[in-house]
């Protein structure tokens, strides 16, 4: 079984920048990608940005310049360092991974418990 710990949420300023990260952990062989998701109050959860095993990324349009997305794959924990933080990015942050419990076994989905990012006006 694999576990993902998010930490690094809070409340700040519109403008400011907070850090997220996410560690994983238990019985991995592999982690294949990993993610960052939102959802706020009454809608749907949403992908923010997604890192793969070699660093390629994508961010949703929102966030685009403003978010960044990084991995250590020694250590298997992503970022997602938050910057210029509008009120609209107020959510609960959902860390993502798909990993690997042996070489040859495929993919599964995990989720972190999620952590609170609000950004008051």
């Known amino acids: 079984q694999v576990q993902l710990v998010e930490s690094g949420g809070g409340l700040v300023q519109a403008g400011g920048s907070l850090r997220l990260s996410c560690a994983a952990s238990?019985?991995?062989?592999?982690?294949?990608?990993m993610a960052w998701y939102r959802q706020a109050p009454g809608k749907q959860r949403e992908l923010v940005a997604i890192?793969?095993?070699?660093?390629?990324?994508n961010y949703a349009d929102s966030v685009k310049d403003r978010f960044t997305i990084s991995r250590d794959n020694a250590k298997n924990t992503v970022h997602l360092q938050m910057n210029s933080l509008k009120p609209e990015d107020t959510s609960v942050y959902y860390c993502?991974?798909?990993?690997?419990?042996?070489?040859?076994?495929?993919?599964?989905?995990?989720w972190g418990q999620g952590t609170q990012v609000t950004v008051s006006s």
């Open positions: 993502n991974a798909r990993a690997r419990t042996s070489v040859f076994s495929r993919s599964e989905v995990y």
């Open positions: 238990g019985r991995i062989a592999v982690v294949d990608t």
């Open positions: 890192i793969t095993i070699d660093s390629s990324t």
